[in-house]
């Protein structure tokens, strides 16, 4: 995963973005896949989160 800065997305400090990064490999990835396009799980992809906010991630996570 790289950092692709979007700007609909939330700002992140460098630190930030990577703690996300640990947390979405080790809870996330093995049903969303390594690219978030979805596998057992749903697709991940700022497409469909950008426009949803940062709380309906935070209920997810």
Do not use: W
């Not at 969303?32 to 997810?60: C, F, N, Q, S």
Request: proline share 7%; aromatic share 6%; charged share 30%.
């Amino acid at each position: 995963m790289h950092r692709n800065i979007d700007p609909r997305a939330p700002a992140m400090k460098e630190a930030e973005f990577e703690r996300g990064r640990q947390i979405y490999f080790e809870r996330c990835a093995g049903c969303h896949g390594v690219l978030r396009k979805g596998a057992t799980g749903k697709p991940l992809t700022p497409d469909i989160t950008v426009g949803k906010g940062t709380d309906y991630l935070k209920v997810i996570s």
